[in-house]
């Protein structure tokens, strides 16, 4: 079985963001979820593990190490469809200027995932 501080470490390190960040989010203080993540702690509270796993937008399964797969397909909601469609109809200059306001959100790896690397740029040059 995965140790659930193994996967709590991994998915604040993932986000980019702070223990304290994630006990305001997930109702609780932050030493609470520093015990979790140290592994003092290896069994959550429960009220505590589904704040957790909302905050971090998980199933409780995943953070327990029950299943590799971390989110449960959910149907995109009316706002999300009226954003994407939004999104698609937006100009190049545009799409820039949204992408420059999103960053702050962003995750590291959600960053890399948008921005090539500088070996795909220069194949793309060649």
């Known amino acids: 079985m995965v140790d659930f501080a193994k996967r709590l470490r991994n998915e604040l390190e993932t986000r980019g963001v702070s223990q304290r960040w994630l006990a305001d989010a997930a109702d609780t203080k932050e030493a609470t979820i520093s015990r979790y993540v140290n592994g003092i702690n290896k069994s959550p509270d429960v009220e505590i593990l589904v704040g957790i796993a909302k905050a971090l937008n998980v199933t409780t399964d995943y953070l327990l190490g029950l299943t590799d797969i971390p989110r449960v397909k ?20 545009d799409l820039a200027i949204i992408w420059q306001i999103l960053d702050a959100y962003l995750t590291p790896s959600e960053r890399g995932f948008l921005r090539p690397t500088e070996d795909e740029d220069e194949v793309k040059a060649g």
């Open 74 to 93: 959910y149907e995109i909601n009316a706002e999300e469809r009226i954003l994407l469609s939004t999104l698609r109809k937006a100009s190049e200059r």
